[in-house]
């Protein structure tokens, strides 16, 4: 949702309508993932895409007539179905989208979470009878709730939100309903922005943060040494600490979201960092340095009181293999296989 918030908050300020597509499932090759987002005007503006080009013209019809009728539409493309040669989908990919009106009061809400970087959870009712499919409700991380899908789907539909909230997935459910056919829902979870802490401003961490900032992350740095984490070497990043590791982090939230990298070869002040995020929800957790520098560093927090199970977290040596000499290099690879861990990508054998 992110990628397509500033080119629909200058559209509503122009007074313009917005439909909002929404990849739901993805099947193949198809090239988006599952809350891909792309926003469409009356007059065909769009902005980002839901299968990289295959299917974005087909979207924009959809969208425009869904304009005009305020009434919402599931679509599916795919090589079996005789409109994906006409949209060109050919390769073997098949994907759901579904297409709405862009509810200004909705958008509101997920706009504030943006701006205020917290996860919030959208229930959308995707199939079912026609006065209820497209009727939303927002669950905002601490449980609270606006909106209403009906009075017999909203309890079952916040716990699975909830749910969804707290494993941070974006899911498609089929809840029962007593009063109709079952009803299927669509829990679009966006959490909070990506967020890459590097542990020592060192050469790396320059060109790490650069890259990392390019992909959408926040990026943090963490340095004692005034030498190194300072302003000057570091003018691009989100924030800068300029204290010890332990003290630091006290101060930074550790989400599901979280990417950690231990840079200074020093442990006086890698292993401090470590002990406290090895205890948290960090989606990766990696040290710099030779194999027989992890090892040694094992050694040390198991001698410290940490389990095999928390040192198995830690991800050393670390990034992807691509014979990575220079610092820059060197930050590629890690950062690729950042990415490749937040995506649940296994590494090549």
């Known amino acids: 949702m992110r990628e397509v918030v500033s080119d629909i908050d200058r559209w509503l300020e122009q007074g313009q309508a917005v439909a909002l597509a929404t990849v739901l499932q993805t099947w193949g090759s ?19 895409s839901v299968s990289g080009g295959c299917v974005e013209g087909a979207i924009v019809e959809a969208g425009a007539e869904v304009l005009k009728t305020k009434r919402p539409q599931l679509l599916h493309f795919g090589v079996a179905d005789e409109t994906a040669w006409s949209v060109g989908l050919a390769c073997g990919g098949k994907i759901e989208v579904f297409v709405q009106f862009l509810d200004p009061a909705v958008y509101t809400a997920i706009q504030q979470a943006i701006t205020e970087d917290r996860p919030l959870a959208t229930v959308t009712i995707i199939r079912g009878p026609d006065e209820l ?22 309890q079952p539909a916040l ?5 969804a909230l707290g494993e941070e997935q974006s899911q498609r459910l089929t809840l029962p309903d007593r009063a109709t056919e079952p009803i299927e829902i669509f829990i679009d979870v966006l959490p909070s922005a990506p967020t890459l802490i590097m542990v020592g401003g060192v050469h790396i961490a320059i ?3 650069e890259i990392a900032k390019t992909l959408g992350y926040r990026t943090i740095v963490i340095d004692p040494r005034r030498t190194f984490g300072s302003e000057a070497r570091f003018p691009h990043i989100d924030r800068l600490v300029q204290r010890w590791p332990d ?3 006290k101060q930074i ?11 200074t070869h020093d442990p006086k002040i890698d292993d401090p960092a470590l002990k406290i995020v090895l205890t948290s929800h960090a989606f990766y957790i990696g040290a710099l340095g030779s194999r027989k520098t992890h090892a040694q560093r094992r050694e040390r927090l198991q001698q410290a009181g940490l389990s095999e199970a928390q040192l198995d977290r ?3 040596p670390i990034g992807l293999e ?28």
């Open 159 to 163: 716990a699975a939100a909830r749910v």
């Open 322 to 349: 691509i014979g990575a000499k220079a610092p820059e290099e060197i930050a590629l690879a890690v950062m690729a296989q950042i990415v490749a861990t937040r995506h649940n990508v296994p590494e090549p054998q």
């Open 253 to 263: 939230s550790l989400t599901r979201s979280t990417a950690v990298v231990m840079l």
């Open 314 to 316: 830690v991800i050393g």
């Open 207 to 209: 060109a790490l943060a």
């Open 133 to 154: 499919v497209g009727r939303e409700l927002i669950v905002d991380e601490d449980g609270s709730h606006r909106g209403m899908l009906s009075d017999s789907l909203d």
């Open 247 to 249: 003290e630091a982090l």
């Open 30 to 48: 198809a090239p988006r993932g599952i809350g891909a987002k792309m926003a469409v005007t009356k007059d065909g503006q769009i902005a980002g």
